[in-house]
């Protein structure tokens, strides 16, 4: 079983809709990352969390330590917003876990 | 705004060579990841380095990788005798303090024929 289950795998979206990518993990962990890599493959780091919630523009990532879940959502999505986006969690050491991704695409 | 910059974009090398791929860490960072992601694959933690010595490595850093802070800006990746398998995007990052936000750099794409 992966440490680090991310859903949808894919998702397809009109513009302006609002996306939910989840992500759950089973290990003990000290932070999560939310990162975008774009089709060139560059990759950005969004949130990083411990607890509760952050926002950043149209984005918005939330945590819940207890069910060990978090959840990335994007308002007002926008085609400039496809990409992947990929989780991962970083446990007591500075080893870093990653999902496997879920590939965005927002059509206009 | 400050980036981590990576050379080459691209290599392409002959099983069993030696390859260094180069990082230039964000100036006031100190720590350093190399990460990488085989075509079509998750990313996956290498190695973490801090104050001149390796913090933290995975399985896959075995004795063939090997890093190095070889002066004040560069931090290297050497692979010293290249397998078809480690074909894959390399990726830098670097990070001002232990658990704070990592910045990525654009990825080296090794490709070992």
């Known amino acids: 079983k992966n440490e680090v289950e991310q859903s949808p795998q894919n998702l397809t979206a009109q513009e302006g809709e609002f996306i939910t990518i989840n992500c759950s993990y089973s290990v003990g962990i000290s932070a999560l990352h939310w990162l975008q890599q774009h089709p060139g493959g560059g990759i950005v780091s969004l949130f990083m969390?411990?607890?509760g919630k952050k926002k950043h523009g149209r984005l918005i990532a939330t945590i819940n330590i207890q069910e060990k879940h978090s959840s990335l959502h994007i308002t007002a999505s926008h085609p400039r917003d496809s990409a992947v986006y990929i989780c991962a969690v970083r446990s007591g050491n500075n080893d870093m876990r990653f999902g496997a991704g879920t590939r965005l695409t927002v059509k206009p | 705004e400050p980036e981590v910059t990576q050379t080459p974009s691209h290599q392409v090398t002959q099983m069993g060579q030696e390859v260094i791929l180069r990082c230039v860490p964000i100036s006031n960072h100190l720590y350093f990841y190399w990460y990488r992601q085989i075509l079509g694959q998750k990313v996956e933690f290498l190695v973490s380095?801090?104050?001149?010595?390796?913090?933290?490595k995975s399985e896959i850093f075995d004795d063939q990788f090997s890093v190095e802070r070889p002066d004040g800006s560069n931090f290297t990746l050497k692979i010293r005798s290249t397998k078809l398998e480690d074909s894959a995007m390399y990726f830098c990052?670097?990070?001002?303090?232990?658990?704070?936000?990592?910045?990525f750099g654009p990825g080296t794409r090794l490709l070992v024929l």
């Open positions: 380095f801090y104050n001149n010595e390796i913090s933290e």
């Open positions: 969390l411990s607890s």
């Open positions: 990052a670097s990070s001002s303090n232990n658990g704070e936000t990592q910045y």
